[in-house]
């Protein structure tokens, strides 16, 4: 499609730009098909790769930071982040943020137990529903007084759903379907109409309109060269089969709002309109790499995903790419803030600490809760005073975190760290083990401190 001339400001816009610029944008760590962190530690997915193929057409140097994503919202809003790689535009976030064109139109569905009856929003309402925090269902129900509940991450609100802790979950459909397959969840089906046809579009913060500029120039020039029908075939998977009956384009809105050519970017696929679409998209996504397995509760990985992480990270110590750090966390004062406030303020408190650790380590670096108050961090390519560095930022951060108890309690952290290869030791429960040992001796010595593992004395 032939989105007419570029607009001279968007060249200027280029020039003026610092050589050195790279531009900061958030991406979800578990956001998938859209966001994700993946079995490397990379950020990948679709809103990534429009994101890093407009900006790179237009020559702009952009670094992924990755984020749980109510995270990400207040670094957006503090301006610690120049944008985020996708967001769904309303008008409340436009008071904040400035958007992108948009390069693609999503419905949102409501996802029930097979079992439960429920057929549209109407009939639950009143019911336990679920969404994920700080996205735009969660914006939009509250502002309508709709009572809803939040997860940390859209695969965490299924699997709560699956599990009967919730009712229904609104979800974006095609996300839906994708994490319904990836997890292999097969108790749970979406129902009803396609509900809040919403665009999604890059979000930068205020004050970068000639990098916006640029990042529209880029939209239309990925439109039209094709390498956007290529991206959203590798992630969906249904491509032109049904691109007649479901490609949707913004025609109609620049009529009516007087946006130039330069806006009109193809809008995909705004729902599934029949089983046998839908039984060819599952088919399809399920061919694409499975995410790791993420910790229901803070939307960081599990075991799971760090045996993964570990084992990308231990191949590439082989091929000279320097140490692994090995961080075991242990929450100091967990129990009191459960035995004195109860579970709901306990798992919001380790929410909270999650949020932080992930926003304290780099976007190569896995973050994972082991169980209970236990986390652990592995460091790609890091020497043991990084490691250091970094355990005395987590210790003081957490012991100033705002607790959802207020200040009558808080929490602590003791931390073991454990260097890969120091030792030859490869088998990862063991060097588990030994970090669970560095970090009880620094616990020993007084708490909120941090200590190396150090073999028992002969």
């Known amino acids: 499609m032939w989105f007419g001339a570029i607009p001279l400001p968007a060249r200027a816009a280029e020039s003026q730009r610092p050589a050195d610029f790279v531009l900061t944008l958030g991406s979800d760590v578990s956001y998938p098909p859209y966001q994700f ?18 900006t790179e057409l237009m020559g702009l140097k952009v670094r992924i930071h990755t984020g749980l994503w109510e995270a990400l919202r207040t670094e957006l809003d503090q ?23 948009p390069y693609l139109q999503v419905h949102h569905r409501l996802f029930v137990r097979k079992d439960s009856g429920l057929q549209s929003l109407e009939q639950a309402a009143g019911k336990r529903i679920v969404v994920q925090s ?27 759903l699956s599990a009967g802790r919730y009712d229904a979950a609104l979800l974006a459909y095609l996300q839906g379907l994708y994490l319904l397959r990836e997890y292999r969840i097969d108790d749970l089906d979406a129902v009803g109409e396609p509900l809040f046809p919403t665009r999604k579009c890059l979000a930068l913060a205020k004050g970068h309109e000639p990098i916006l500029a640029l990042i529209n120039e880029g939209l239309a020039a990925l439109q039209n060269s ?32 007087g946006v130039s050519a330069l806006s009109l970017i193809f809008l995909l696929v705004t729902g599934l309109r029949s089983r046998r679409i839908e039984r060819r998209l599952a088919r399809e996504i399920e061919h694409h790499r499975s995410i790791a397995m993420s910790d229901p509760l803070t939307g960081l990985g599990n075991r799971h995903l760090v045996r993964e992480r570990y084992a990308h990270a231990r191949e590439g110590t082989r091929h000279g790419q320097g140490d692994i750090a090995l961080l075991l966390i242990d929450l100091d004062g967990f129990k009191a803030v459960n035995d004195t406030f109860g ?4 798992d919001e408190a380790l929410r909270a600490v999650a949020r932080f650790i992930s926003s304290s380590v780099r976007s190569s670096d896995t973050v994972a809760r082991l169980g209970g108050d236990e986390f652990i ?38 931390i073991g760290i454990e260097i890969v290869p120091a030792d030859g030791t490869d088998d990862l429960d063991e060097l588990i083990r030994k970090a669970d040992k560095a970090m009880y001796r620094a616990k020993n010595r007084g708490r909120n ?10």
């Not at 962190?37 to 407009?54: I, K, R, W």
């Not at 956007?228 to 384009?249: H, L, M, P, Q």
């Not at 200590?451 to 004395?457: Q, R």
Request: glycine share 10%; charged share 20%; proline share 4%.
């Open 37 to 54: 962190v993946d079995g490397y530690g990379e950020p990948a997915g679709f809103d990534v790769e429009v994101a890093q193929a407009a």
């Open 79 to 101: 301006q610690r982040i120049d944008g985020v790689v996708g967001m769904f535009r309303s008008v409340d976030r436009a008071r904040r943020v400035d958007f992108s064109h």
């Open 134 to 160: 700080s996205d735009l269902m969660h914006d939009f129900l509250s502002k309508r007084h709709i009572p809803v509940l939040a997860a940390a991450t859209p695969d965490a609100a299924l699997r709560g």
């Open 226 to 257: 094709g390498h956007y029908d290529e991206i959203y075939d590798k992630w969906f998977g249904v491509g032109n089969a049904i691109a007649s009956a479901e490609k949707r384009t913004l025609w109609l809105v620049a009529i009516l709002t």
């Open 343 to 346: 579970h709901q303020a306990g």
């Open 377 to 414: 961090i592995i460091l790609h390519n890091a020497a043991a005073a990084e490691a250091a560095t970094l355990a005395e930022a987590v210790i003081s951060g957490i012991a100033a975190l705002a607790l959802p108890a207020g200040n009558q309690i808080r929490l602590g952290a003791s």
């Open 449 to 458: 401190s941090y200590g190396f593992y150090e073999p028992e004395p002969c």
